[in-house]
């Protein structure tokens, strides 16, 4: 799995086969990851729909993971409205920034600013003179080049200019290809992120500077290596999800590193000194892991995401196998789940039987349906982007769900609205940018993450529990929007099978 020769990385579809477009059951869904149809007869690679109402851009989710990278300068290649998603970021970035490194810098980004004289006349000269100004003005430690559709459509030569440029400026520059038009599946961003990563800043750290001179220091830093662990973390994490799994990995004994959302390019060098990259989300980490194995031997692990009490005492145990740390993982988690099961028992005699429906990403929300499980709730719909293998291990952790409703979707809120006036859920769990239209069915919205809270680990359980139980008891805003708004569908379409523009 060597891409890192080719300019970009592979869009989805091609690497992994991924599906967008699916309405079923779980065990349907499950049956198309069986290994006998993986890969072959392309039943994972449903990406077609008669009629598409909307679809995400890969851009606007690599700025996401870019804009979070410390001592940066983002310059967007690309027409001034491709950077209306930063706008938001300014003020949440600089905040969980500065949790990191108080000194940091919020987001710093630039246009282009590519007009329609450019589509005729090219965007080469903007691009030079956007770069040139933020070395000379900015003095970034690195200036990451995001290339939009616009550039790539024209033909603009992106990778022989910055190499130009990179002999005339201080910054370390680095393109990444995350052109919307080159993919359906909107999670190819994390690979055009980390192709540009992989090539420009992972390489062995410079420690010249730290000779060490006598054997026993030595021996001592590759002990601490030896107990070293990178978590590549995903920008739906918040810092207490970090500060939560770090407390868990430091309870067993180990050290551990976060890459790449809110890390410092030099971050990457010193990721080389650890014994195992653990993966968050495969869907996230994948293309990142397989590499570092391939080209630097470092082992990695890709499973579940600690989300949930089964999900976490896994992802626990598999990194303490590693380390041959099983008997220490155990007695943690064991005293762990005392302590949740105490601090759970008066929610779930609120919470039991209520219908839950989830939409999002594939390994956050089947995650997620395990503490709903675990609350006494009932998971009653499931809506994921994509999914593709990684999903798989984190079914293992859910119980009688073969028979609920799935849809495979990259937004498509139409689909969504058929689901839910068809599911009557009492809760939808699902991302903040998605909760619009869905606000209008009068329903108690959770999200399915936030910046502020935390989601993951055994505290991440309990603020689930504890956040979900107060929003069940304030839901008058929805009531009145759904009572004085209308939903833009007709009722001819609640009428029809909400998968029937989904092509076989």
Known sequence: MNYLNAKSAPAREDRH???????????KMKGCLQKDCF?????LNLSSRSFTQTH?????????ILNSIRNAVIVMHAPIGCGICSIGNVGVNKTFKQLRDPSAEGVIWLSTNLDEADVIGGGERKLREAVLYADRELRPETIIVANGCVPALIGDDVDSILSDLQEQTAAVIVPIHCEGFKTKVMATAYDAVYHGILKNYVRQPNREKYIVEREFEEMERQYRISRNVNILNVGSM??????????ILTGIGLNVRFIPCYAEPEDFSYSLETSLNVSICGTHDDYFVEHIKEKYNIPFLIDTIPIGRKNTDRWILRIAKHFDLEKEAQRFI???????????EKYRGVLKGKKVFLA??????????????DLGMEVTGLKAHHFDQFVEPIFDALENIDDVVVGVATNQPFEQANLLRRLKPDVLITHVGGNNIAAKHGLPLFPL?????????????FEIARRINRILKNNQFNKNLAEYTALPFKEEWYAKEPFAYIKE
């Open 449 to 461: 993450f936030g910046p502020s809270y935390n989601y993951m680990g055994y505290s991440g359980v």
């Open 238 to 247: 918040s810092r207490a999800d970090e500060l939560e799994l770090e407390r």
């Open 56 to 64: 995400g851009c890969q851009f606007t989710l690599s700025l996401a």
């Open 17 to 27: 086969k991924t599906n967008i477009a699916f309405g079923g059951t779980a065990a």
């Open 39 to 43: 890969g072959k007869d392309g039943c």
């Open 360 to 373: 999002g990403g594939e390994v956050r929300i089947v995650a997620t349906a395990e503490i709903i499980q």
């Open 334 to 344: 064991e005293n762990e789940n005392r302590i949740l099961d105490a601090s759970l």
